[in-house]
């Protein structure tokens, strides 16, 4: 079982960049899918998350109202658009599936990517 983390880049403070991770259907069907990032030295955290019909998010407050995720159904993909970027926000992304509700704790998360490096300059 796979996902497929894509987009990432380097970027320049300020900037965007929209990541996209697609799931086998069996993967994608029926699950909450979130972000998750890891900076060099720091642990692996929780950036965003979205229910199976995508009427609940929920998102850490480092990126509320800077990043937003969505996710296509039909397409079995799942985007997170990020705007406003800072150097903080450099990391490895990781997209991962969960059962159930949307979780912030990594260790709940069942099916992962392979992430995609996102680099911001100042």
């Known amino acids: 079982v796979q996902l497929q983390a894509s987009g990432g880049g380097l970027v320049q403070a300020g900037g965007s960049l929209r990541l996209s991770c697609a799931a086998p259907g069996r993967t994608f069907s029926r699950k909450v899918m979130g972000w998750f990032r890891q900076a060099p030295g720091k642990e692996r955290e929780f950036v965003a998350g979205?229910?199976?019909?995508?009427?609940?998010?929920s998102y850490a407050d480092s990126v509320k109202g800077r990043f937003t995720i969505s996710r296509d159904n039909a397409k079995n993909t799942v985007d997170l658009q990020m705007n406003s970027l800072k150097p903080e926000d450099a990391a490895v992304y990781y997209c991962?599936?969960?059962?159930?509700?949307?979780?912030?704790?990594?260790?709940?998360?069942?099916?992962w990517g392979q992430g995609t490096l996102v680099t911001v300059s100042s």
């Open positions: 991962a599936a969960k059962e159930g509700l949307i979780a912030t704790e990594r260790g709940l998360y069942d099916y």
């Open positions: 979205i229910s199976w019909s995508g009427s609940s998010t």
